[in-house]
């Protein structure tokens, strides 16, 4: 079974709207975090926000919030206020302690903002 | 100067080729791994290490090996290339110790075998 399932392959937004990204996940450990990258056309990975299986709130990160919901193992990424510079891959990983800390990724998400 | 190098950022090479593909690191991260990916896979892991004397095969170990040299470089080898390792591939360090533990990620290395 995946561990992270992302069900969009392509998304569009429109400039200055929010978008919602999803994720589900798979795991029985108890102990997890929750990632989100974003990879740009030039092809680096950078890191955008994390959600720990313990954390109670969900995370922010400027333009970025995190909708964790743990019962339905889902962690969609929620970007505000989009802009031109958001059109790139999104990826969403999964990093469990039972699997020595191994991190796993979905196949990504293509947003395109739309101006 | 970036945190994670890796050399060389382009390389054709033809079938049957040996070629190693190298990472550098100077965040002082204990682990580090390489991925391949490939449009519509996602990032995949090959091999990871959390330290010089731990070395781990991943996902998708069969026709590569790697070698910890020391704490800040990880290389990757492919034996005798083939054309379905045509990927983009990353290296990436992260530390139990610092921030989140999430992945640093090099620029990553296009190959493309013939």
């Known amino acids: 079974a995946q561990k992270i399932t992302q069900t969009q392959p392509g998304m569009f937004v429109q400039e200055k709207e929010a978008v919602t990204l999803d994720c589900t996940y798979d795991?029985?450990?108890?102990?997890?975090?929750l990632f989100w990258y974003k990879q740009p056309s030039s092809g680096e990975m950078i890191f955008l926000i994390y959600q720990g299986s313990y954390d109670q709130q969900n995370a922010t990160e400027g333009r970025y919030s995190l909708n964790f919901q743990k019962a339905r193992k889902s962690a969609n990424l929620v970007i505000s206020a989009s802009q031109l510079g958001d059109s790139a891959m999104y990826f969403c990983?999964?990093?469990?302690?039972?699997?020595?800390?191994?991190?796993?990724f979905g196949t990504g998400t293509s947003l395109t903002v739309i101006p | 100067d970036a945190d994670v190098t890796q050399t060389p950022r382009n390389r054709i090479t033809k079938t049957g080729k040996r070629i190693m593909l190298e990472c550098s690191q100077t965040?002082?991260?204990?682990?580090m791994y390489w991925y391949r990916q490939d449009p519509g896979l996602g990032l995949r892991l090959i091999y990871y290490?959390?330290?010089?004397?731990?070395?781990n095969k991943g996902e998708i170990s069969d026709g590569y090996s790697v070698s910890r040299q020391a704490q800040a470089k990880f290389s990757l080898s492919l034996e005798s290339a083939i054309p379905n390792q045509t990927a983009l591939y990353f290296c990436a360090t992260s530390d139990l110790r610092a921030g989140y533990n999430e992945q640093f990620f090099g620029p990553g290395t296009r190959l493309t075998v013939l």
């Open positions: 965040k002082g991260h204990d682990r």
């Open positions: 290490s959390f330290d010089v004397k731990d070395i």
């Open positions: 795991t029985s450990d108890p102990s997890y975090g």
């Open positions: 990983a999964m990093r469990e302690r039972g699997t020595g800390n191994q991190f796993y």
